[in-house]
T-cell receptor
Framework: SQQGEEDPQALSIQEGENATMNCSYKTSINNLQWYRQNSGRGLVHLILIRSNEREKHSGRLRVTLDTSKKSSSLLITASRAADTASYFCATGWTGNQFYFGTGTSLTVIP | GAVVSQHPSRVICKSGTSVKIECRSLDFQATTMFWYRQFPKQSLMLMATSNEGSKATYEQGVEKDKFLINHASLTLSTLTVTSAHPEDSSFYIC??????????FGEGSRLTVL
């Protein structure tokens, strides 16, 4: 399966703490993307990291990619209650197709 | 990024009826759109790739006669769930691919089949 896997499945932290979630995948990729999904809503694109990049930042988000280990991590610093959502990684490999991981459910407690 | 509109957001229907879900790319000409299905607390499953002016490409295990996809224009793709049954109840989401490779999603359509 091309699907990625996020770890942990669920994460609960206090507001202001950092949240780290990981994604592992099995096949070669062109890029890896992270998305956020609020309950009952569509997904929102957060950040894209290409296979030749090792780290990328966007605001409070930091993404790393280790292609040798086939893994990526998403760090959200200084978390807020509004960050409560499910987070998915998606691996882009051939053509237009993207496959999503199983997701990490993040709860930020005010 | 692209703005994608999906309609209806919620639909309830009786078993045996057909339901059409529309996905519109409001500010982006999309030759390709993607249809996903999501079960509660689970990941998105790619169902099919909708190609403007040609047949959709279905993922393995997805019944093309059950889930009819039409992509008649660069801004509209439709998914019709034919002869719906309770097991078809799910959250259906469409997306388009942006110029940088990212996906832009609609808000999703929750289908409940009674």
């Amino acid at each position: 399966s091309q699907q990625g896997e996020e770890d942990p499945q669920a994460l609960s932290i206090q507001e202001g703490e950092n949240a780290t979630m990981n994604c592992s995948y099995k096949t070669s990729i062109n890029n890896l993307q992270w998305y956020r999904q609020n309950s009952g809503r569509g997904l929102v694109h957060l950040i894209l990291i290409r296979s030749n990049e090792r780290e990328k930042h966007s605001g409070r988000l930091r993404v790393t990619l280790d292609t040798s280990k086939k893994s990526s991590s998403l760090l959200i610093t200084a978390s807020r209650a509004a960050d409560t959502a499910s987070y998915f990684c998606a691996t882009g490999w051939t053509g237009n197709q993207f496959y999503f991981g199983t997701g990490t459910s993040l709860t930020v407690i005010p | 990024g692209a703005v994608v509109s999906q309609h209806p957001s919620r639909v309830i229907c009786k078993s045996g009826t057909s339901v059409k879900i529309e996905c519109r790319s409001l500010d982006f000409q999309a030759t390709t759109m993607f249809w996903y299905r999501q079960f509660p607390k689970q990941s998105l499953m790619l169902m099919a790739t909708s190609n403007e002016g040609s047949k959709a490409t279905y993922e393995q295990g997805v019944e093309k006669d059950k889930f009819l996809i039409n992509h008649a224009s660069l801004t509209l793709s439709t998914l019709t769930v034919t002869s719906a049954h309770p097991e078809d109840s799910s959250f259906y989401i469409c997306s388009v691919r942006g110029a940088s490779g990212e996906l832009f999603f609609g808000e999703g359509s929750r289908l409940t089949v009674l």
